[in-house]
């Protein structure tokens, strides 16, 4: 019952460098999401995929690129990594968009100094 | 616009009930969500509601929302130790072409022994 796998689970960065984060989820999902969560806040998103193929910007895609591989695997990648980058990214799918209920990853915590 | 807003912290005795409180501010159909999140781990999805229903029961979990005030509320049973996390509550939109959930900034539950 993997689910939904994010790798990895801790990454330490220094400004500047680059950074891809993966995702995979084994429930033949059609849509799936990008959200980050920083401290007394709620999840945001950053990029969503509705289908195989598709990607769209979410609330906050500024600094991110995202590439649905295929339909399993969809990855986030920090160009050039900046401290107000620094937070918890989760990643998610659901059967479609919308109405779906969504399935989350565990996470992975991202620093950068 | 649309708007989730919850309390921060709740903080009760093992055994007594609990009652999450959420707003949104919304007026548009919606289906509406409780998360919980554990340490260190992802959003697990509890129960979700649609906007023309006024109370679904799960075991437990009773949810309840009134629609004319835009409020939901979770509540928990016989709360145990186990059920101490971070509670998020989320919509989603039929209407508007909204891809992915609103999320609020989660109410942190405390369950005394």
């Known amino acids: 019952n993997a689910g939904v796998t994010q790798t990895p689970k801790f990454q330490v960065l220094k400004t500047g460098q680059s950074m891809t984060l993966q995702c995979a989820q084994d429930?033949?999902?059609?849509?799936m999401y990008w959200y980050r969560q920083d401290p007394g806040m709620g999840l945001r998103l950053i990029y969503y995929?509705?289908?195989?193929?598709?990607?769209d910007k979410g609330e906050v895609p500024n600094g991110y690129n995202v590439s649905r591989l295929n339909k399993r695997e969809f990855s986030l990648r920090l160009e050039s990594a900046a401290p107000s980058q620094t937070s918890v990214y989760f990643c998610?799918?659901?059967?479609?968009?919308?109405?779906?209920?969504?399935?989350f990853g565990d996470g992975t915590r991202l620093s950068i100094l | 616009g649309e708007d989730v807003e919850q309390s921060l912290f709740l903080s009760v005795r093992e055994g007594d009930s609990s009652v999450i409180n959420c707003t949104y501010t919304?007026?548009?159909?919606?289906?509406l969500y409780w998360y919980k999140q554990e340490p260190g781990a992802g959003l697990q999805l509890l129960t979700y509601?649609?906007?023309?229903?006024d109370m679904k029961q799960d075991q437990r979990l009773t949810v309840l929302l009134n629609k004319k005030d835009k409020h939901l509320s979770l509540r928990i049973a016989d709360t145990q130790t186990g059920d101490s996390a971070i509670y998020f509550c989320?919509?989603?939109?039929?209407?508007?072409?909204?891809?992915?959930?609103?999320f609020g900034s989660g109410t942190r539950l405390q369950v005394q022994p």
């Open positions: 509601i649609f906007s023309n229903m």
């Open positions: 995929s509705a289908s195989e193929g598709t990607t």
């Open positions: 998610a799918s659901s059967e479609g968009t919308g109405i779906q209920p969504q399935h």
């Open positions: 919304d007026s548009s159909s919606t289906y």
């Open positions: 429930m033949n999902h059609n849509s």
């Open positions: 989320a919509e989603t939109l039929l209407d508007t072409g909204r891809r992915a959930l609103t």
